[in-house]
């Protein structure tokens, strides 16, 4: 005589667990380009930073003035928002540029995309696939 058992079958389980790897995949995806994002507003916030001190102090030295002099106090091992590699911001004849150095191309790219659509921000140099750097002209 066989017995009745209850539980679930091995094929629903399969199918249970491969729905949940699915949603942890577009999760995991959604968090990155969240987090991209995030960064590259952290680092349009401090260019945007940079270009105001730039127009109310001198920055006219040949290698312009980095934004750890401006607003971490030298302090070299202090996170720079977004976690750029770089922030410098030059005023050469009135026109003010922040070179900026991302941590990685997919945030230089999101920054790109952000500053091509922001008023008063040009991108001043060709932004290329694997480039990690950036140079905006605040007008």
């Not at 401090?46 to 270009?51: D, E, I, K």
């Not at 001190?53 to 030298?74: F, P």
Request: proline share 1%; charged share 15%.
């Amino acid at each position: 005589m066989m017995k009745n058992e209850s539980g679930r079958s091995m094929v629903e389980m399969l199918g249970v667990l491969a729905i949940i790897g699915v949603l942890s995949v577009g999760g995991i995806a959604g968090y990155t380009m969240a987090m991209r994002k995030y960064k590259a507003n952290e680092i349009m916030n401090a260019a945007s930073m940079m270009a105001i001190y730039c127009q109310t102090n001198d920055c006219t030295a040949n290698a312009g003035v980095t934004y750890r002099t401006a607003y971490l106090n030298g302090d070299t091992d202090a996170k720079l928002p977004g976690n750029a590699s770089a922030i410098t911001g030059k005023d050469t004849s009135g026109v003010i540029t922040v070179a900026i150095t991302a941590d990685s191309a997919d945030v230089a790219k999101a920054i790109n995309d952000m500053a091509g659509s922001a008023s008063g921000i040009s991108v001043n140099s060709a932004y290329t696939t694997n480039s990690t750097a950036i140079t905006l002209k605040v007008n």
